[in-house]
């Protein structure tokens, strides 16, 4: 497959999901990966990726110079061309402004990389440092007004360019990875998603034998999907645990049950723990604090049920390629904006070996093979929903009266939101309850009740996000059914912050 070397820019993954979306396996490794370990995923041809770093820093990201001896095409973009120049012997300066955004790319010389490219089209800009001096050996294919756009050593196979091919904005950029990916590495289609669940089916065959896997399904996408896929493996070998920490979406662990336990018949442990979590949390108002109560009574009891069953030998989780490039990720601490939590480290005594079907992929992937094995689209496409679930969207104290109202409220939201075909135009839709009363009328009555706020975020990373314009006569349907049907909220705001600096959730 190809290999790119993660210099630490956000539009990475997105060349490895380019590649793979033509059917040929894209693989995400640190730049300071060793020559060894590079070598020894054969590459058809090397990405080096963009990146915040300068070729000049002290912390310069670098690479060892004899990537380009491994006789490998390379293809570097952005941060990437930049350091290809410095390392081959051309020289990179600071730019006067940089360039950012949209730009226009006229073709100079074209090759291999640019082929069936037109003479001007627009690219996307991203950078700051640029290349002024090529390496020997290496001709001009591009510029964008006076910069050099792109570079290209054909005879041994380095290509280079200074903007992001990956991106939408790019014009031809999908065209430009086709031509690297297919004539310049000569890559061969091996990457289908039904021979992927084929082989992890005969994989977890092989690994388990008849041993027993116990996993922790929380009725989101991937521990679904990982669910599934094992118990196509192993059958009844499979146990799930679900937690209902009380915390959770209308009727969540009915419809877990129904869809997991009913439709595809398997064996779900439900824990019903809403008394502990609510006991837990009672008195506390602070968002941190709650998160992290969450938090760990959730590890409590996981591995209170999953020490049960002693004759488990791995722990299944719905780990995706994204967790982890996160974890082998170069990148330094950023700062702790929220505390987020997921499946904590079992109790050393288990000594379960760990099954994570669902490590290679991008998350549409995962979704593609929900589908593919049988699960409900709609279940497959569903909003994000955060592990400390109505915990941190009920703001202040917890309370069961609270969770009850959020959870009629938000579910009218969300009804609508399908209703009207919405529902997949926005990335994550949700009701958030204020502890903030105020006065209304209803009839003839004085009322004096909850705030509720409407959020629906657009996002392709969650990094950052803008507020979703929803039609004005949607959010007043919306309004007037919540207002109407849930006791206990007179009131709803819509909430039209973006991010940053507001996040989406609101604890
Ligand atoms: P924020 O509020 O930080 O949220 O803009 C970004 C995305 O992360 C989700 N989120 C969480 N997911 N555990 C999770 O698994 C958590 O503790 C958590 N907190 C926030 C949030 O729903 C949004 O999709």
């Known amino acids: 497959g190809i290999i790119i070397l993660d210099f630490g820019s956000q539009y990475n993954q997105l060349i490895a999901r380019r590649v793979r979306e033509f059917g040929v396996y894209a693989e995400i490794l640190p730049f300071n990966a060793s020559l060894e370990e590079i070598k020894n995923h054969n590459p058809k041809g ?33 941060y990437g ?63 964008s007004e006076n910069v050099i756009a792109s570079m290209a050593n054909e005879e041994r196979k380095i290509y280079a360019v200074q903007f992001h091919p990956e991106v939408s904005h790019t014009e031809f950029g999908a065209q430009l990875l086709k031509n690297f990916v297919f004539n310049i590495c000569e890559a061969e289609k091996n990457w289908a998603l039904t021979d992927f669940i084929e082989n992890e089916i005969q994989r977890i065959k092989d690994i388990v034998g008849n041993q027993r896997v116990i996993l922790g399904l929380s009725g989101g996408v991937d521990s679904s999907v990982a669910a599934v896929l094992i118990h196509k493996a192993i059958g009844d070998q499979l146990t799930c645990i679900f937690v209902d920490t009380g915390l959770l979406r209308k009727d969540e662990g009915k419809k877990v049950m129904e869809n997991y336990g009913k439709h595809f018949h398997m064996n779900i442990k439900m824990v019903d723990a809403r008394e502990q979590f609510m006991s837990k ?24 049920e999953s020490t049960k069953f002693d004759d488990a030998s791995f722990l299944a989780q719905g780990t995706i390629y994204p967790d982890v490039i996160e974890s082998q990720s170069v990148k330094g601490p950023s700062a702790t904006i929220k505390s987020h939590h997921n499946v904590g480290g ?162």
């Open 46 to 78: 090397i990405i080096l990726s963009g990146g915040p770093s300068s070729v000049f820093g002290s912390e310069a990201h670098l690479v060892d110079k004899e990537l380009f001896e491994l006789g490998v095409p390379v293809l570097g973009i952005c």
């Open 281 to 304: 949390l009672k008195g506390i108002s602070d968002p941190e604090e709650k998160r992290k109560i969450i938090g760990r009574e959730f590890v409590e009891v996981f591995n209170d």
């Open 81 to 143: 061309m930049q350091l290809t120049a410095h390392l081959l012997g051309g020289e990179v300066k600071k730019g006067v402004k940089g360039e950012y955004g949209k730009a226009e790319l006229n073709i100079l010389k074209s090759n291999d990389l640019l082929n069936e490219i037109p003479a001007k089209s627009t690219v996307w800009m991203s950078h700051f440092d640029e290349v002024y001096q090529l390496p020997e050996g290496f001709e001009i294919a591009g510029k």
């Open 346 to 507: 079992l109790p050393e005594t288990m000594k379960l070996k760990l099954l994570e079907p669902l490590r290679e992929l991008f998350k549409d992937e995962v979704r593609k093979v929900g589908v593919e094995l049988g699960i409900a689209r709609e279940l497959v496409y569903r909003h994000p929903f955060p592990g400390p679930g109505l915990g941190i969207r009920i703001l202040g104290e917890v309370d069961e009266e609270k969770v009850e109202i959020l959870q009629e409220a938000d579910d009218i939201f969300i009804q609508e939101l399908y209703k009207n075909n919405l529902y997949d135009e926005v990335s994550q839709a949700f009701v958030v309850l204020l502890p903030v009363k105020s006065v209304g009328v209803m009839g003839d009555e004085r009322t004096y009740e909850y705030t509720a706020v409407v959020r629906s975020a657009n996002t392709i990373d969650f990094m950052t996000a803008t507020w979703s314009k929803l039609p004005y006569e949607f959010l007043e349907t919306v309004s007037s059914r919540i207002i109407n049907e849930v006791k206990g909220i007179n009131r709803v705001a819509y909430d039209i912050s973006s991010k940053p600096p507001a996040t989406i959730e609101w604890e």
